[in-house]
């Protein structure tokens, strides 16, 4: 089972990856964490890929305060999403087509949910960002959605203000994911198989 985890987590991470290079190829707008991700990569010279990774490792810090303990899907996450989505924008070139970018920003929501559903669904330990929002929520008190919207608001208003690209698929994401992933997660959660108990001897 073990195994079987750590196979869908690092392909769901693969995925997501993916999914944030095909976003940002076609530039129609981005989910709030990639519009504040995109923006700091234009004023601190990093690609978008290696800030991706960077602001995973800082959100990761932040985790100390609020007495969040990471697992190995956390780590993995810091280290392997923002590499993939380097990797593929390298391979990618650049989308004039809106048809196609419409396409393809249809389809990078669709695979960005089924990476989060099963990255989280591994059981391996949530991504750094997830995890400041539930750990936020246990120390305050607060609903997940309260806290989540207020976190992505300041994301998606900083990044703007830092140049990232806002656009209908900053939309599209927003009121899609949600369901998608709701749908999608009961489908890719591992669970331990139960251990038959035996019959009582007669």
């Excluded at 669970?191 to 001897?201: E, F, I, L, R, Y």
């Amino acid at each position: 089972m073990l195994i079987k985890r750590l196979i869908q987590l690092h392909l769901g991470l693969t995925a997501y990856g993916v999914s944030l290079a095909l976003m940002v190829r076609a530039n129609l707008g981005l989910d709030p964490w990639d519009v504040f991700h995109e923006g700091l990569s234009g004023r601190i010279g990093l690609s978008f890929g290696m800030t991706v990774n960077l602001v995973g490792l800082l959100v990761l810090l932040a985790w100390w305060p609020i007495r969040q303990k990471p697992g190995l899907g956390t780590v993995m996450n810091v280290l392997l999403i923002g590499t993939v989505a380097d990797l593929t924008l390298w391979i990618l070139p650049e989308m004039t087509d809106y048809a196609l970018r419409a396409v393809v920003l249809v389809s990078a929501i669709g695979l960005n949910a089924i990476a989060t559903a099963s990255y989280i669904g591994a059981g391996l330990g949530p991504g750094p960002r997830d995890g400041l929002m539930t750990g936020l929520c246990a120390r305050t008190g607060w609903p997940v959605g309260r806290v989540r919207l207020g976190i992505e608001l300041v994301v998606l208003a900083s990044g703007f203000l830092l140049g990232g690209t806002v656009g209908i698929g900053t939309v599209l994401y927003a009121v899609s994911i949600g369901p998608l992933v709701h749908w999608l997660l009961p489908r890719f959660t591992l669970k331990p198989k139960s251990t038959p108990v035996p019959a009582p001897a007669e």
